[in-house]
T-cell receptor, first 116, second 112 residues
């Protein structure tokens, strides 16, 4: 079955340190992968996506993600965390079923807390 | 501001009632998606419309229905409401099927 896993409910990191938020997926075809961020009382905001091409994808606010097909992972990274990065992060995958039908599956979210 | 608008922001209603949530997509976007976010279920994809036609269905209950109108705005209808339907309902839009989604601010539904 198609799925997305974010194994950590919360990640704590000190300001200025590198951060990683993990995501693994399971889909039947080629995955379309996304990262979104949600600030309190707001809707989700798109950060970056992987469709095809370079395995390292760069996105908004200095975030990047590495697509690893053999490990079926799409971890979100940032070289130097900011306190303002503290938020809820969602990994999502679009799985194609054929005949142009598909659905989006979101992970359960990882709360990132950057400590000053 | 994503450009996606949702009304109302908050809705409080009683069990058994019916409500309608409204979404206006970003200018130029043809796809509209509906999601339900609750503490115990996380973010659940409900349904997607593309240029007026239903395109994909997720975990949408039979008591819920949606449509997309010729001007591309969409409505999500929730009927026979139960306490467990209390949640944040998000609408998102995208240009097409292969693109990132832009989320509205959500409608918080409280069923009492």
């Amino acid at each position: 079955a198609q799925s997305v896993a974010q194994p950590e409910d919360q990640v704590n990191v000190a300001e200025g340190n590198p951060l990683t938020v993990k995501c693994t997926y399971s889909v039947s075809g080629n995955p379309y992968l996304f990262w979104y961020v949600q600030y309190p009382n707001r809707g989700l905001q798109f950060l970056l996506k992987y469709i095809t091409g370079d395995n390292l994808v760069k996105g908004s606010y200095g975030f990047e993600a590495e697509f690893n097909k053999s490990q079926t992972s799409f971890h979100l990274k940032k070289p130097s965390a900011l306190v303002s990065d503290s938020a809820l992060y969602f990994c999502a995958v679009r799985d194609v079923f054929g005949s142009g039908t598909y659905k989006y599956i979101f992970g359960t979210g990882t709360r990132l807390k950057v400590l000053a | 501001d994503s450009g996606v608008t949702q009304t109302p922001k908050h809705l409080i209603t009683a069990t058994g009632q019916r409500v309608t949530l409204r979404c206006s997509p970003r200018s130029g976007d043809l796809s509209v998606y509906w999601y339900q976010q609750s503490l115990d279920q996380g973010l659940q994809f409900l349904i997607q419309y593309y240029n007026g036609e239903e395109r994909a269905k997720g975990n949408i209950l039979e008591r819920f229905s949606a449509q997309q109108f010729p001007d591309l705005h969409s409505e999500l209808n929730l009927s026979s409401l139960e306490l467990g339907d209390s949640a944040l309902y998000f609408c998102a839009s995208s240009v097409g099927n292969d693109y990132e989604q832009y989320f509205g601010p959500g409608t918080r539904l409280t069923v009492t």
